[in-house]
């Protein structure tokens, strides 16, 4: 199994419409992410969470919300979709080496359409 | 503010010959870089990363970047490309090591001729 699941992976919906999209991971990984991905201008950070009561924005958190529900689980809502958030969603996670360092792992990416 | 710029959008290679993809970086501190790879249809994956040490660093299939600081690059080099590796290559740096996200260039995407 996948260590970071997102759900759906697929969605096309309305204008106006609200929207949420999950990620699950089993990496017990407290800090996760969401980027988004448009062709062109690669990958922008949207909300990232240290852990279920810390919540960051990113560099794009106008038009998005997000919710930890809990270490593992870590969803980006569209409260009102518009067609410019139509792109490719990606949720990530990390945790801290010994050294200091950090590693980002991808999950698979959800495919959103507003129309 | 922390940037990233891969000067190329599309580069062209012949299966075998060499490949160099460049990245230039903005950032105030000891930056930490990583290069992903994209292949269509994927998430992305972790081909190297450098935080210190060895400003050459070596990675998996084959890939291996130099950090110049200096020149500000991390350019991602490798000796002999596969039709495989056509994807598009995204170079990153991390705030805090990473830890509060990575900002990302706009991506180079290698097309590998027979």
């Known amino acids: 199994d996948a260590d970071v699941t997102q759900t759906p992976r697929n969605r096309i919906t309305k204008t106006g419409k609200r929207i949420m999209l999950e990620c699950s991971q089993t990496?017990?990984?407290?800090?996760m992410y969401w980027y988004r991905q448009d062709p062109g201008l690669g990958l922008r950070l949207i909300y990232y969470s240290f852990d279920v009561k810390d919540i960051n924005k990113g560099e794009i958190s106008d038009g998005y919300s997000v919710s930890r529900q809990a270490q593992a689980k870590f969803s980006l809502s569209l409260e009102s979709a518009i067609p410019n958030q139509t792109a490719l969603y990606f949720c990530a996670t990390s945790a801290t080496k010994n050294t200091g360092e950090w590693e980002q792992y991808f999950g698979p990416g959800t495919r959103l359409t507003v129309t | 503010a922390q940037s990233v710029t891969q000067p190329d959008i599309h580069i062209t290679v012949s299966e075998g010959a060499s490949l160099e993809l460049r990245c230039n970086y903005s950032y105030g501190a000891t930056p930490y870089l990583f290069w992903y790879v994209q292949s269509p249809g994927q998430g992305l994956q972790l081909l190297l990363k450098y935080f210190s040490g060895d400003t050459l660093v070596q990675g998996i299939k084959g890939f291996e970047a130099e950090f110049k600081r200096s020149q500000s690059s991390f350019n991602l080099r490798k000796p002999s490309v596969h039709w495989s590796d056509a994807a598009e290559y995204f170079c990153a740096v991390g705030s805090g090591g990473g830890a509060d996200g990575l900002t990302f260039g706009k991506g180079t995407h290698l097309i590998i001729q027979p």
């Open positions: 990496k017990g990984h407290d800090r």
